[in-house]
């Protein structure tokens, strides 16, 4: 992974962004007593930040997941370049889409081209800047979801 992107990945994977969609689906849970979330945030190489909250009925691993918010930072690589696009969606247990947000499309400078820049580490910087506003507005916009997980909740009462 490139320095730009270990720089933007430790910004976005910051606990306050973690805890923060943990508390949007905590309040989402009020009269569902038997449903429960599983919070996961995970990276790799093509996903350097994914954070997923299931929301699940039942013990263990049979637990059935009843709706899964998804918020992703996906590393692209074309013939244009690199980029990191930033989403996040609602779906059911069965992959139904309910909501998607818009996406952020972050062009990534490779690190040939960061050494040609006079202050490589102002563009870090900004790319870093990009992420956090994109995952912030995805915050935002998960906030603005808690009705679609009131009423998908409700319907599987």
Same mark, same amino acid.
Do not use: C
């Given at each position: 992974?490139?320095?730009?992107?270990? *720089?933007?990945?430790?910004?976005?994977?910051?606990?306050?962004?973690?805890?923060?969609? $943990?508390? &949007?689906?905590? @309040?989402s /849970?009020p009269?569902? *007593?038997? !449903?429960?979330?599983? $919070?996961?945030?995970?990276? #790799?190489?093509?996903?350097?930040?994914?954070?997923?909250?299931?929301?699940?009925?039942?013990?263990?691993?049979?637990?059935?997941?009843?709706? =899964?918010?998804?918020?992703?930072?996906m590393? =692209?690589q074309d013939?244009?370049?690199? $980029?990191?696009?930033?989403? %996040?969606?609602?779906?059911?247990?069965?992959?139904?889409?309910? %909501?998607q #947000?818009?996406?952020?499309? &972050?062009?990534?400078?490779?690190? #040939?081209?960061?050494?040609?820049?006079?202050?490589?580490? %102002?563009?870090? /910087?900004? @790319?870093? /800047?990009?992420? !956090?506003? %994109?995952?912030?507005?995805?915050?935002?916009?998960?906030?603005?979801? /808690?009705?679609?997980?009131?009423?998908?909740?409700?319907? &599987?009462?």
């Amino acid at each position: 992974m490139s320095v730009v992107l270990d *720089h933007a990945e430790a910004a976005s994977l910051s606990e306050g962004f973690r805890s923060r969609v $943990h508390e &949007i689906t905590d @309040v989402s /849970r009020p009269g569902y *007593h038997e !449903v429960w979330w599983q $919070h996961t945030v995970s990276s #790799s190489d093509r996903f350097p930040f994914s954070y997923y909250a299931s929301a699940l009925r039942g013990e263990g691993p049979e637990a059935d997941e009843l709706l =899964v918010v998804s918020v992703e930072v996906m590393d =692209v690589q074309d013939e244009a370049g690199e $980029h990191l696009v930033v989403g %996040a969606d609602i779906t059911t247990g069965d992959g139904v889409l309910l %909501a998607q #947000s818009p996406t952020a499309t &972050i062009d990534v400078p490779s690190e #040939s081209t960061l050494l040609t820049l006079p202050d490589p580490l %102002a563009r870090v /910087r900004d @790319v870093t /800047r990009q992420v !956090v506003a %994109a995952t912030e507005g995805l915050y935002l916009w998960v906030d603005n979801q /808690r009705p679609t997980v009131e009423r998908a909740l409700a319907k &599987i009462k």
